[in-house]
């Protein structure tokens, strides 16, 4: 799923702090959909609260 320690790290502290989201321009370890769906999957089977992952421009996009 995720190749560098630093960017699990950061998801598990969101998921572990349940945080909403993650927002990230880190297209190739985070915001892609292996990532995640990856995410998706083990928050779900361990019990911990969904959290999004965007990249900034939706949230600009949704501002107009």
């Known amino acids: 799923m995720i190749k560098s320690f630093d960017d699990c790290q950061h998801i598990a502290a969101a998921v572990v702090s ?12 985070i ?3 292996k990532t995640i769906r990856g995410v998706r999957a083990i928050t779900n089977l361990e019990g911990y609260k969904g959290i999004d992952i965007i990249n900034p421009s939706v949230l600009l996009e949704s501002e107009g």
């Open 18 to 29: 349940a945080c909403d989201c993650i927002i990230s321009w880190n297209f190739k370890h």
């Open 31 to 33: 915001v892609n959909i």
